[in-house]
């Protein structure tokens, strides 16, 4: 389905996860921002060579003036929502309202292993995730707050900072299973559109991949969403970038099913270029995540044609 009378316009994040130092950390923020992404956004493992989220991202904005930084994403499970949403409150108090929150179940079960944490059942992550954005919004809103929750519980909480964005800080949903689209559409500021995860928490779900599943999933966020479909910021992170090459994969997902979908842009600037109109011009995406800062060089020229427009 066409959104070509609601087109808009490109916005771009980029995942980077660590550096040497924080003087180099320092400097890939900035580059990102001159480069005119939108977002720099960090992942939330226990496992792999990644720096943790809130202090990488405290850093991000210090470094940088207009830059958004966020998470793709916080792992509800990680931490409680009432520690999570003083964090977060400070933070976009701090870089003056630019933060992002990125947030999520919790899938990957080695994170869980490895850590010694308990991975309940997919439903038992959904209803609590569920219950921890009642309690961020609860908390960032104004007076005290009390919660009767299955897994959470509150007493009149008043808790400062509050966030300087109203009324409360812009909201990445991962988009992969119905369930999580479903509740994206009601109450996501951007959605990235995943694969669903397996149940046991061990890799995406590659039978979820290909052209026909993708778009499923915009038609699952429009049907939820409602009227609100057209203030949501709808994209993908994109998995691959110019010419074909063995590189280091720092993802989960099989792409070898993408092809069709804007997770993987082959070609030269101009190819990648016009693939990212098209989804845009005809399928209403627009905000399109970087999943590898390795790529920055070869994909900056994409960003610096289409970024705004």
Sequence with gaps: MSDTNQVKPFKFGVVVR????????????????????????????FVGPRFAPIAGLAAAA?????????????????????????????????????????????????????????????????????????????????????YDGEYYQLDELIQEPKPVQKPFPKMIFPGGGPKMLRLAGR???????????????????????????????IETIRESAGDRFSDIEIGTSIQQVGIPQDTENWSAVNISRQNDTPQVLLGDVSEMVEKLQYWRDHHGLNYFVLHNDKDLETFIPVVEKLAGQ
């Design 187 to 217: 109450y996501a500021d951007y959605i990235n559109l995943t694969l669903r995860v397996r149940a046991d928490g061990t890799a995406p779900d590659a039978t979820d991949g290909g052209l026909e599943s993708f778009l499923g999933k």
């Design 18 to 45: 660590k550096a040497d130092s924080g003087r180099a950390w320092a400097e890939r923020a900035r580059l990102v921002e001159q480069a005119g992404f939108t977002n720099l956004l960090m992942p939330d493992h």
């Design 62 to 146: 210090a470094a940088t003036t207009t830059l958004r930084v966020g998470t793709l994403v916080f792992s509800n499970d990680y931490r409680h929502p009432v520690v999570l949403g003083k964090e977060l409150a400070t933070l976009d108090v701090l870089s003056d309202g630019r933060v992002d929150v990125g947030l999520g179940t919790g899938w990957m079960r080695e994170d869980y292993d490895r850590a010694g944490l308990t991975f309940d059942t997919p439903k038992v992550r959904f209803n609590r995730f569920v219950e921890a954005l009642d309690v961020l919004r609860g908390v960032w809103g104004e007076g005290a707050f009390s």
